[in-house]
């Protein structure tokens, strides 16, 4: 597939004019955040958009309504969350949230900086696109179920495989070299492209950036398995710290809420699956927690409904949809019309019926029109909407 247009994703100092305004994405490498950027970005949404952050597909924020792009632009500058004009769209790395805490094999916390700090350093590769996706695995599986266009798994603890559209390579190098086998690939990414905007869209991507990066691979292959849970709720840390997973509504983090979490004061990492990891709390600290911001909307219950479902902008952020997707979505939600994985409902097979009469059991991804942005991977229901109701495929 070859592009005749470049990519138009959004950043901070490229907007995107949605139905409802300007929409600003601010890249969040490995989904780090300090409780003083939580601060910088719940007070950006305050004065300058409409009070909500959003939580992206990538591990990214999302800014909407912004009345004030220069402002916006101060605001990220001074809280270090754009530390690269040139580079800010294509700063889309995730990595295991859980990484360093809990399990994984290896701590891939030190590649997000190298990799992002080596990307920014590298005037070339401001041509990537915004659309390609970097992904640091600690060896659990959790990101490099995502599909990225580019990334490393961990297969020991100081042994990393090269993947290229989310499958392994063969080739393999340590820790010290891992950054150094991201990198270039992604220089081998732009001499094989020719306008494509993901890997799995150039002819024989994968074969000709292991061709370019010189290395010959081996013959064992990692399998990625699919989608993983979601880290909801307690988890205790490998130092005795604990880590509280904690699920967002439809992925929109109320500003309010996010300056009760900087006042936390430990780290915060987002993760792609539109949800937090609070880290580093010692046992009282994280009971406190769960005990203010549970009645706030975080949700620490794995059992939530909340948590089987995801939904596109939906009108009237989007001009494209059918309908208000957020406001049914939340409806059936709250009417107890998402049920448990297993639960029987009459709701199946293609049918269209009004948004009062979806009931689906498991995860399900609500979309105001065919294009279903946001959908996770994996196995998920999809509830379209369509001119005379829902369609449930
Ligand atoms: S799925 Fe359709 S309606 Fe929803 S955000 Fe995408 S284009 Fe808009």
Redesign the pocket.
């Known amino acids: 597939m070859t592009r005749t247009a470049p990519d138009s994703c959004p950043g901070v100092l490229r907007l995107h004019q949605a139905a409802d305004g300007p929409l600003a994405r601010i890249r969040v490498p490995g989904g780090h955040l300090t409780p003083a950027q939580l601060v910088a970005l719940a007070a950006a949404a305050t004065e300058l958009g409409n009070g909500a952050i959003e939580l992206t597909s990538r591990g990214n924020l999302q800014l909407r309504q912004v009345r004030d792009a220069a402002q916006l632009t101060e605001h990220a500058t001074a809280a270090g969350l754009l530390p690269s004009p040139t580079h800010e769209r294509v700063r889309n790395i995730v990595a295991s949230p859980l990484s360093g805490r809990v399990g994984g094999l290896a701590d891939v916390r030190g590649l997000v900086g190298e990799l992002d700090a080596r990307l920014c350093a590298e005037p070339r590769l401001a041509d990537l696109p915004g659309r390609v996706l970097f992904t640091l695995d600690d060896g659990r599986g959790d990101v490099s179920a995502l599909g990225g266009d580019i990334g490393v798994h961990a297969v020991g603890p100081d042994e990393f495989a090269l993947l290229l559209a989310g499958s392994d390579t063969g080739i393999r190098g340590t820790g010290a070299e891992a950054v150094d086998l991201v990198l270039a690939a992604a220089e081998g990414f732009l001499e094989a492209s020719s306008g494509q905007w993901r890997l799995h869209e150039i002819a024989d991507g994968p074969a000709r950036i292991v061709e370019s990066v010189g290395l010959t691979p081996g013959i064992e292959r990692v399998e990625i398995e699919g989608a993983q849970d979601i880290p909801i709720g307690w988890l205790d840390q490998h130092d005795g710290l604990v880590a509280l997973g904690a699920g967002i509504r439809l992925g929109a983090l109320d500003a309010r809420l996010a300056e009760f979490l900087a006042a936390v004061e430990r780290p915060v990492i987002v993760t792609p699956w539109r949800s937090l990891v609070i880290a580093d709390l010692d046992e009282w600290a994280a009971e406190q927690v769960v005990r203010v911001l549970a009645p706030m909307g975080l949700i620490f219950d794995a059992a939530s409904p909340w948590l089987h479902v995801s939904a ?3 009108q009237p952020g ?1 001009a ?2 059918l309908t208000d ?1 957020r406001a049914d979505v939340t409806t059936a939600v709250e009417s107890g019309r998402v049920l448990p994985e297993g639960a029987s409902t009459d709701t199946a097979g293609e049918q269209v019926v009004s948004a009062e009469d979806v009931t689906i059991a498991g995860r399900q991804h609500w ?3 065919e ?3 946001g959908r996770p991977r994996g196995d998920v229901t999809d509830v379209v909407a369509t001119p005379d109701g829902y369609r449930v495929d």
């Open positions: 596109c902008a939906g989007c494209k949809s997707v979309s105001g029109c294009r279903r942005c």
